[in-house]
């Protein structure tokens, strides 16, 4: 059975970092994208970073430079490291799991993902 469990939100002024995990379990096929979201109050959700199996990363024009993306595959970890964060960076963040849209990850479309963790949550104030 597949899980997501996300843990390392939390509460930090603006310019400071965190760090999010997404322990998961895979199924015999495994994931081919693993994509990170978020969702701030009343907005839609959107893609935040993402990684394929091959490790290639590619990230939201809001975030780049500031977040990176990584996979443990020996661990089942994925993580989001935040730097410089902003007010604007405030959300539940999710991690999400799915297949691969055209050959590439999909940073655009939640729909697209099969597997969702319950959501950790970040607040940066000013």
């Known amino acids: 059975q597949v899980q997501l469990v996300e843990s390392g939100g939390g509460s930090v002024q603006a310019g400071g970092s965190l760090r999010l995990s997404c322990a998961y379990s895979?199924?015999?096929?495994?994931?081919?994208?693993m994509t990170w979201f978020r969702q701030a109050p009343g907005k839609e959700r959107e893609g935040v970073a993402t990684i394929d199996n091959g490790d290639s990363t590619r990230f939201a024009d809001s975030v780049k430079g500031r977040f990176t993306i990584s996979k443990d595959n020996a661990k089942n970890t994925l993580s989001l490291q935040m730097n410089s964060l902003k007010p604007e960076d405030t959300g539940m963040y999710y991690c999400?799991?799915?297949?691969?849209?055209?050959?590439?990850?999909?940073?655009?479309?939640?729909?697209?993902?099969?597997?969702w963790g319950q959501g950790t949550q970040v607040t940066v104030s000013s």
């Open positions: 999400a799991a799915g297949p691969s849209v055209g050959g590439h990850c999909d940073l655009g479309r939640s729909i697209v993902y099969d597997y």
């Open positions: 895979k199924n015999r096929y495994g994931f081919a994208c």
